[in-house]
């Protein structure tokens, strides 16, 4: 018998929450935002070199040689359905979860197998609504290389694996996290006593997720609209540094780069479309 071929790779096991509420309310639409939404994930996929396994239902299996890229994929996937949604009622939103592993697997023609992709499926079952959840292993090998936040979640016993999964849930604006509710009341709490040193802190860490959230967002634009934004805030620093606040003359030579941040802003969403790749069948 021929030994099975065998390698690591970093896999994403995708799907979407209530899927089958969504067909039930209407099959048609919800097919039509099931192909629009893929294509959309089959670009990005090409875009940080993965190979898109197996699509069946609305379960998709991506496998990355880079662990890296697969993160990123993933963020980015999420961040884009996310625009996507917003422009959708909430009732007919499609929301994905995604599981990320970095592991073993054995190879048999196109398909992938092994304990890699049943953990990567485990982990997206465990994922909030547009969320990410990541596995030990993933979440060591980028932690350190990734501009993103990262949530420990503790080891969680899934079906059909012995040992307890270590799970990581990444933070995408704070949308993603399966604590959202909690930590909502303890904002409640933490405002009720202004003057409080917690209270400070709470208030600089927000000021500083809002920078990093802003930075991680620029970073993911196209380079003309990071040029824009860089000579609006060129212009604001120079301002700053001349006429402080009490002459907020920036304005007028920004105003260009405003009106062409704006106009790449709605074009890039209408006409930036990256071509459909191929997939295999449900």
Known sequence: MERAKRRLAAIMC?????????????????????KTYRSIMSSLTARHSGRIVNTWGDAVIIEFSSVIEAVQCAVEIQNELSHKNA?????????????????????????????????????????????????????????????????????????????????????LGGRNSPETAGSEEDDLQDTAEPN?????????????????????????????VQSCVFMIGFFFVLNLLTSGLSTLWFVWPSLPFGMMLVWHLIAGRRGDKLPIHPHRPD
Do not use: C
């Not at 600089?204 to 990093?212: C, I």
């Open 14 to 34: 995708a799907d979407v929450a209530h899927y089958s509420r969504l067909m039930e309310q209407d099959e048609d639409g919800t097919l039509n935002r099931l």
């Open 87 to 171: 422009e959708l009622p909430d009732a007919t939103r499609m929301e994905f979860r995604i599981g990320l592993n970095l592991g073993d697997i054995m190879i048999e023609g196109d398909d992938i197998y092994g304990d890699g992709v049943n953990v990567a499926a485990r982990l997206q079952e465990l994922a909030p609504k547009g969320g990410i959840m990541l596995s030990q292993s993933v979440y060591d090998q980028v932690r350190t290389k990734l501009a993103l936040g990262f949530e420990p979640l503790g080891p969680k016993q899934v079906k059909n694996v012995s040992e307890p999964v270590q799970t990581f849930s990444v933070r």
């Open 196 to 224: 409080s040193s917690g209270n400070w802190e709470k208030d600089t860490q927000a000021v500083a997720n809002g920078f990093e959230q802003a930075r991680r967002w620029i970073r993911s634009q196209p380079r003309r």
